[in-house]
């Protein structure tokens, strides 16, 4: 079956843009993830959900960053007025039940590059 | 607070030479463990997971790791390394919540 997908998957915004990424996680998966990973670092937690309630947002580094699952499927995550610092690679991840011993699915990432 | 540490930063393995990838952690509570792999322009796969049990766990691709609590470490093996091994390799720690906390990862060289 297919993945999770992520899009796109190279994004160029000039500074003070605003972009908006986009995760289509496994069919019937309960729970969602958004990380950040920069360049030659690990992924690092930003978001959660389960369903369309976001149940942690500590990571977000600023409120310039928001994330919504409104139907409890896709999911966006947006950034406003992008700063060059927000350069990296967005991962999303999904998994089955939201229990902690759940795999989590991860996609391809989406690139960003903030000139 | 959690965390992970992956204490080298690359790796050079001969093929056919076996592999062993170093991981500690630091969590408060009882942690549930994770390998994953990250090839060039693709997302990370999970390699094998550990929360009870056994703590010799096998995973895809020939991988094991294995729990030691007095340690609290978490390294990952592979008794003959392939070509295709070539990636880099994550250690994650997480809970009864979830949210993973990753290492700085692992670069996985082969020399023929």
């Known amino acids: 079956g297919a993945g999770v997908s992520q899009s796109p998957r190279y994004k160029v915004a000039k500074r003070g843009q605003d972009v908006a990424l986009r995760c289509d996680p496994i069919s019937g998966h309960v729970s969602l993830f958004w990380y950040q990973q920069a360049l030659g670092q690990g992924p690092e937690f930003l978001t959660y959900?389960?369903?369309?309630?976001?149940?942690?947002k500590s990571g977000l580094p600023s409120d310039r960053f928001f994330a919504e699952r409104p139907e409890g499927s896709v999911s966006t995550l947006k950034i406003q007025r992008t700063q060059q610092e927000d350069s990296a690679v967005y991962l999303c991840?999904?998994?089955?039940?939201?229990?902690?011993?759940?795999?989590?699915?991860f996609g391809p990432g989406t690139r960003l590059t903030v000139l | 607070a959690q965390s992970v540490t992956q204490p080298d930063i690359h790796i050079t393995v001969s093929e056919g030479a076996s592999l062993e990838l170093r991981c500690n952690y630091s969590?408060?509570?009882?942690?549930?463990l994770f390998w994953y792999v990250q090839s060039p322009g693709q997302g990370l796969q999970l390699l094998l997971k550990?929360?009870?049990?056994?703590?010799l766990v096998q995973g895809i691709k020939g991988f094991e790791a294995e729990f030691k609590r007095s340690q609290s470490s978490f390294n990952l093996r592979k008794p003959s390394v392939h070509w295709s091994d070539a990636a880099e390799y994550f250690c994650?720690?997480?809970?009864?919540?979830?949210?993973?906390?990753f290492g700085t990862g692992t670069r996985l060289l082969v020399s023929p």
């Open positions: 969590y408060g509570a009882t942690p549930y």
């Open positions: 994650a720690v997480g809970g009864s919540f979830q949210k993973l906390v």
């Open positions: 550990y929360f009870s049990g056994d703590t």
């Open positions: 991840a999904s998994s089955l039940n939201g229990g902690g011993t759940d795999t989590q699915y």
């Open positions: 959900f389960q369903n369309e309630a976001q149940l942690d």
